[in-house]
């Protein structure tokens, strides 16, 4: 499957322009997550398509749009744009155990402003010979994955704007995979990844009901390969 074919036919989103965004994401980079249309801001336009997306059939309050965002939350109560750049590094994923406790992230589960993030893996270290081995994971089919997470919108006094996202990770320590990773004795986590069937369900749905779609992704539709150096 080509790149640029992955967002409308895994996401029914349009493909974000040629070049705007790079095969890897790294914190406080530019990324793209994907929203219900319906939480649109007039100051955060969508990332520019390639092609214009197919409308025929859609349902409009189910409508998907690709938006282009830091990866890394900014929190709305950071004071300067200098106190976001250290603090979105730490908010690139997020306990999803903690969405109704946490001052990050609180506001912007209650406000449903979830989102999805679209990526064809991630990567741990697997540390179980001794050192850091660091190792891919996808899916086994080769499709893209849509990971569940959430999106906020930073004002700053003169009027900057930053549009960012976080990923929400579930505990892992029984999964039959990614038990393996990560350091030893440490708790075990992972992006929630949502089956493909949810993604407007997620998008959607009331604060409690969307808790139900923090869980593990089954161990059996995962691959995991080291990456040679």
Known sequence: ????ALY??????????????????WPRKPA??????????????????????ATEGAKPEHARELVAGQFGLVPPWVKSASDAKLRSPKLVNARSETVTT???????????????????AFFEDDFRSGKA?????????????????????????????????????VNANSHALMHRYQQPGAEKRMPAVLNEG????????????AREFMRAYPANWLTANPVQK
């Not at 989103?13 to 994401?25: L, M, Q």
């Not at 994955?145 to 003169?158: I, K, P, T, Y």
């Open 1 to 4: 499957m080509q790149l640029d």
């Open 8 to 25: 409308p036919d895994a996401f029914d989103v349009a493909a974000p322009e040629a070049g705007s965004v790079g095969r890897d994401v």
């Open 32 to 53: 793209v997550f994907i929203r219900k249309r319906a939480a649109a801001a007039a100051d955060s336009p969508p990332a520019e398509p390639t092609a214009d997306l």
């Open 102 to 120: 946490s001052n990050n992230l609180r506001g912007a589960w209650l406000g449903a402003q979830r989102c999805i993030v679209p990526m064809m």
């Open 133 to 169: 081995v660091p190792t891919r994971i996808a899916r086994v089919d080769g499709k893209p994955m849509g990971v569940a997470g959430l999106w906020e919108r930073w004002s700053g006094a003169d009027g900057q704007i930053i549009i960012s996202f976080t990923l929400l990770t």
């Open 198 to 209: 949810a993604y407007d369900a997620w998008l959607t749905a009331h604060p409690e009901k």
